[in-house]
């Protein structure tokens, strides 16, 4: 979109037509109209920055309302999702269930842009197509684009000039998906769970003509459908760089705590809750959640999908400042809500001189002890487990004790987590024990940090 596009969207005011400098582009409710290319069709053209996410709780529209989809055959919603809470759309290939935007047009055509997409396949026969998303008014080269499954793989096709990927998905799994563009290079690629699977630059761009989008079905004549669930579809009118689509698929959450928020910076929206007598103080950066001003004071954050699957690999960084040095819980996951349950463990903890103890979970219990923290001073902790390397523990960026490999055997449901407080989790592996002191800066990942990584957020 060029300048003059830009400034006529900015100033149109509601109710109000305007024409720019080319007569053919109509601008009404700062919306692009062609009426006679498009047949009435309303369109959306791509400007500076756009993002769109379809969050599918209980609603077939994207977060801003900007798009309305009709749902196929009783296309309907599961409590199977993601993100611990609300609901995915679920489809169901016996009865070729899909998903129709049909208006506003989303303009693809001739610009970058990344989709982001959780799906949980149900099934994925190798001789079976199962689309994602859809674009394809003709079945003709560079004019069809489809996100799809096939040979239990991705695949980006703007239909004769496509991207087959090389990593192979997983049924009954979540797997974060990305199909990205780059208009200026003509740059296919495609990414599983945050990590580069292929790319090949496309011999034309993709051309196609206005249409609706499709979730979970492409229109042709064998009308392929997806079978499973899709959560949390996310579209960006630019070609995303790797290490955002890493983060994007692996950063369960974030707290920085600042302003005295609990809210969820990462891109899954797991908001957290406070109980208990606590306050807001300067942290290591801006503020900080404080815990420990009466007994029984913690931050709860609930339903962690990945954390309760076993061999997922996992970190956790989090900056410490203990006001009290005793026996003391920091970070305690449960299969129950509070704090109990067939699985609890203290994933972090002080001990009564003050040692880190950090835990994971094999066939009992597995820790590894770490320096004895300070008083009233401010550490860097982070916490690592893959299949590969086993659990590891770094103080302040320094790698300070890890075991041999080991298999995660996770609670095999969505895990609850507690900072500060067990709560009701006294029989669990674990410290018992109220924290005192000051939490700043947690992250969760669903991957294994590397050493530069913890580095990085070390020296924050």
């Not at 995915?88 to 935007?101: C, D, R, T, W």
């Not at 769970?193 to 993709?206: E, H, K, L, T």
């Not at 109990?340 to 463990?345: A, R, T």
Request: hydrophobic share 35%; glycine share 8%; net charge negative.
């Amino acid at each position: 979109m060029n300048q003059t596009c830009q400034l006529l969207i900015s100033n149109i005011t509601s109710g109000s037509i305007q024409f720019s400098l080319h007569t053919s582009l109509i601008f009404f409710n700062q919306t692009l109209i062609l009426p006679q290319i498009i047949n009435e069709l309303t369109t959306i053209p791509p400007a500076v920055y756009v993002e769109y996410l379809w969050s599918f709780d209980s609603t077939y529209s994207d977060t801003t309302s900007t798009f309305h989809g009709i749902p196929v055959n009783n296309a309907g919603f599961s409590s199977t999702t993601i993100t611990g809470y609300g609901s995915s759309l679920s489809l169901n290939i016996a009865f070729n269930q899909s998903v129709i935007i049909d208006t506003p047009y989303l303009n693809l055509s001739q610009h970058s842009w990344t989709f982001e997409i959780w799906v949980y396949p149900n099934s994925l026969l190798a001789s079976n197509d199962y689309p994602i998303v859809t674009q394809c008014l003709t079945l003709t080269t560079d004019k069809c684009l489809h996100f799809t499954l096939r040979n239990q793989k991705m695949y980006l096709g703007f239909y004769g000039d496509d991207l087959q990927g090389n990593k192979t998905l997983t049924v009954s799994k979540w797997s974060h998906i990305t199909y990205v563009f780059d208009n200026s290079s003509r740059n296919q690629s495609v990414y599983l769970n945050g990590v580069f699977d292929s790319s090949r630059q496309s011999s034309g761009y993709y051309v196609g003509a206005p249409t609706g989008l499709m979730i979970g079905r492409r229109n042709d004549t064998l009308y392929r459908f997806f079978d499973g669930f899709i959560d949390q579809l996310h579209y960006t009118n630019r070609a995303k760089t790797s290490s955002e689509i890493l983060d994007d698929a692996t950063l369960t959450f974030y707290f920085s705590f600042d302003n005295g928020s609990i809210y969820d910076s990462g891109p899954l929206n797991i908001n957290g809750s406070i109980f208990g007598s606590t306050s807001f103080v300067t942290g290591h950066i801006g503020d900080a959640l404080q815990l420990g001003l009466s007994f029984e004071s913690y931050f709860y954050i609930p339903r962690l999908v990945l954390l309760g699957t076993s061999n997922q690999p996992y970190s956790m960084s989090i900056w410490i400042k203990p006001a009290v040095i005793n026996s003391s819980s920091i970070i305690h996951v449960s299969s129950g809500n509070n704090g109990s349950g067939y699985w609890c463990l203290g994933m972090l903890d002080l001990s009564s001189s003050g040692q880190l103890i950090a835990s994971s979970y094999g066939n009992s219990s597995i820790s590894i002890n770490g320096p004895t923290l300070l008083q009233n001073n401010w550490s860097h902790i982070a916490i690592t487990y893959s299949l590969t390397n086993g659990l590891r523990l770094y103080v302040n960026g320094t790698l300070v004790n890890s075991t041999t490999p080991f298999s995660y055997v996770a609670s095999g449901v969505p895990s609850f987590m507690f900072l500060g407080n067990p709560l009701a989790g006294t029989t669990c592996n674990g410290a018992q024990n109220q924290f005192f002191g000051a939490l700043d800066e947690f992250r969760l990942y669903s991957r294994e940090l590397t050493t530069s990584d913890i580095l990085t957020l070390s020296n924050l």
